[in-house]
């Protein structure tokens, strides 16, 4: 018993069981319709100090994560910030950012003064009720209402609210530590001004001269944004700052030099997998049941924390409604973006709880305080964004969008690899080609080896050889033009990439027999290194038929914006008759209006007639909850689905299949083109 109990003490141990709970236990909580940062705070709970006991918040190994955990989380929140947006909207964003920063505030303090607090208690209970997290921003990005200005603006007043946030935490913190004067303050206050300049500039100018002498060494890009995320974070605490200012600064700093590339992918995939959900873990090891029945019997202090954030935020959006002269939808829309209180105000409630600034009741009050508003604001969004009118230059911008790519001179690559999918492949490029007055390439790639003698070599060009000879009888048939490339390569990914590139490809086409050998094919493989390195759009198909003989085709349109709108100019290239029958399926959330949903068809009508008038065109706009079954369900009378995803690495897929996508994909049983958009 003894070696057990030894055993559970080791590092190693704590490591391991954290690993196992943040691959087990988020999954079981979303399948209830949780959020999975709530599922590792119950974690935290069973297997801490008021539970199984096999996890202690005092261990230097989980102080160590934990802390690594807060600071990452405070930096991804300032990199995934959109300073562009913020930038279009900056005097609105400020507006608004200082209304729904000093009302909350304000009720935060009267709430801490109320129920007996120190001023300093309850100015920093005032701060964590003054910040905010985006958590429904998928949502108005799914909506297409990103461009709405009540929603730009409200992106953008997450830059202050936190900022100053974070600031109040700073003075709070050196208050609490004793002996302060006005002067003391006046230091802080300079020492914070000119730390967050260097930072800000700093980090920026030598970011960017770091990016330019790497190139594209990604391995030193990544360690250069880590070492300055913790050297900020450690200057931050040497001159008197709380860590997770200099993280969230850093995030900011660092935000414009990486960009959305790989880095910035790489770097917070090691957070938001492993040190993000420790963090959450250590929160719930700090909770203590007994503490949370106290909370519930003295109800005064939570009702009072929440009544007074709903409260006070809904106060500032209304402050924006009478500024800004916006509409109902949009203020309340601004409202739940507003509610959800996760990032700065979790960080910023342990550390207050931590210096001994708040006590257990206030801080369980806030852990309330989060699993409240974490649920009801993106419930909110979902409603009454639905609800905000599409601004008519969206779909001018989109028919521009698209009508500017139409005026593109294509060139497709086919990789030709397999000669089972190879001819539907040529086909579905050849209707691509004709359409955009473009030219086909059909590329095979023979493993190099050592020696170029090789048997081993000359057996593999041999195949290539046979495969582009097939590919021009192909088209001999098909009665077009094509280009064939034969390269010798030690990568065949990179081979098509840098083939792609030079002979200045606008797609590459990439095919799949069936799911599980796509998702396979995902992870270190041709298809995934392809989908990283390709500078180009990529297709991924799965073709059952002929793309010459397909009539029925579905395209789902996730919104009515440029980007949302691509899969129809794709899909007005595979008309080939006008007996092509076309269905444009846009599913809103359940509970929009007839307006809204009047208002959405006639926009797709307008791009249909402009664009897909050589077809039969069926637009069909639906309110429900559940995306997926109303596309399973209309793909039963299609032969063809196009869906769309975008090009980004999210875990250990190149190509960040949504929560809505990989379903699809498991379940439709027609041909599937999936377009991998850059």
């Known amino acids: 018993m003894e070696s057990i109990s030894e055993t559970i003490r080791e590092p190693i141990f704590t490591f391991a069981l954290l690993l196992a709970i943040i691959l087990l236990v988020p999954p079981i909580f979303e399948k209830i319709k949780l959020p999975g940062l709530v599922g590792l705070l119950a974690a935290g709970v069973v297997f801490g100090s008021s539970g199984l006991g096999l996890l202690d918040s005092k261990s230097e190994t989980m102080i160590l994560l934990a802390d690594i955990g807060k600071i990452y989380l405070m930096f991804v929140a300032g990199l995934e910030i959109d300073l562009e947006q913020f930038r279009r909207t900056r005097t609105r964003s400020i507006g608004f950012g200082f209304a729904t920063f000093a009302i909350p505030l304000i009720g935060g303090i009267l709430v801490g003064r109320v129920f007996g607090f120190g001023w300093n208690t309850a100015f920093l209970i005032g701060s964590l009720l003054a910040s905010h997290t985006l958590l429904a921003f998928p949502i108005v990005k799914r909506l297409g209402v990103v461009n709405d200005e009540a929603v730009t603006v409200t992106i953008g007043a997450t830059i202050f609210t936190d900022i100053s946030a974070l600031l109040v935490l700073a003075i709070c913190l050196g208050v609490n530590e004793g002996n302060f004067s006005a002067a003391k303050l006046g230091i802080l206050l300079g020492s914070l001004a000119i730390y967050t300049l260097l930072v800000l500039f700093g980090l920026d100018r030598l970011g960017r001269a770091f990016f330019r002498r790497s190139k594209n060494d990604q391995g030193n890009q990544f360690l250069f944004v880590l070492l300055a995320l913790f050297v900020a974070s450690v200057s931050a605490e040497a001159i008197g700052i709380e860590k997770i200012v200099g993280a969230f600064l850093t995030g900011l700093a660092i935000n414009d030099v990486i960009g959305d590339g790989p880095v910035k992918e790489k770097v917070e995939f090691i957070g938001t997998v492993l040190f993000i959900p420790i963090f959450f873990v250590d929160m719930g090891l700090l909770l203590d049941l007994k503490a949370f029945e106290d909370v519930f019997r003295s109800i005064g202090i939570p009702l009072s924390i929440v009544g007074a954030l709903l409260l006070c935020k809904f106060l500032a959006a209304c402050v924006a409604k009478l500024a800004y002269r916006y509409s109902w939808q949009q203020t309340i829309t601004m409202w739940s973006l507003s509610l959800p209180q996760v990032a700065a105000t979790l960080a910023a409630a342990l550390v207050g709880f931590q210096a001994e600034i708040i006590n257990e009741r206030v801080f369980n009050s806030v852990i309330l305080l989060m699993l409240v508003t974490s649920i009801a604001g993106p419930l909110i969004t979902s409603r009454f964004a639905a609800q905000l009118p599409i601004r008519n230059s969206t779909e001018s911008e989109a028919e521009s969008d698209l009508d500017a790519k139409s005026k593109d001179i294509f060139r497709v690559v086919v990789p030709v690899y397999n000669p089972q999918t190879e001819r539907y492949l040529l086909e579905l490029a050849s209707l691509l080609a004709e359409k955009n007055q473009g030219a086909i390439v059909p590329l095979a790639i023979a493993k190099a080896q050592a020696r170029l003698d090789s048997p081993q070599l000359e057996v593999d060009f041999q195949r290539c050889a046979k495969l582009l000879t097939q590919a021009e009888a192909i088209a001999t048939e098909l009665n077009i033009q094509v280009q064939p490339e034969l390269r010798v390569e030690y990568d065949i990914a990179q081979g098509i990439a840098h083939a792609s590139r030079e002979v200045s490809a606008d797609l590459i086409i990439l095919g799949f027999s069936s799911l599980t050998g796509f998702r396979s094919r995902l992870f270190s493989s041709v298809t995934d290194s392809i989908l990283w390195s390709a500078h180009c759009s990529v297709v991924v198909a799965r073709l059952l038929t002929s793309p010459l003989a397909i009539k029925r085709i579905l395209v789902p349109v996730e919104s009515i914006n440029p980007i949302g709108l691509r899969p129809v100019r794709f899909v007005k ?101 999936l377009l991998g958009e850059l």
């Open 573 to 673: 290239s595979l008309i080939t008759s006008k007996e092509t029958e076309i269905t444009l399926l846009h599913v809103c959330a359940s509970g929009t209006s007839k307006e809204r949903k009047a208002s959405l068809h006639n926009q797709l009508e307008t791009v249909a007639n402009r664009f897909l008038a050589e077809a039969t065109v069926d637009i069909h706009v639906t309110a429900q909850n559940n995306f997926v079954r109303e596309i399973l369900n209309a793909s039963r009378t299609h032969e063809l689905v196009i869906l769309r995803s975008q090009r980004q690495r999210v875990g250990v897929d190149s190509l960040a299949l949504s929560p809505t996508t990989k379903p699809l994909l498991g379940n439709l049983n027609c041909s599937i083109v």
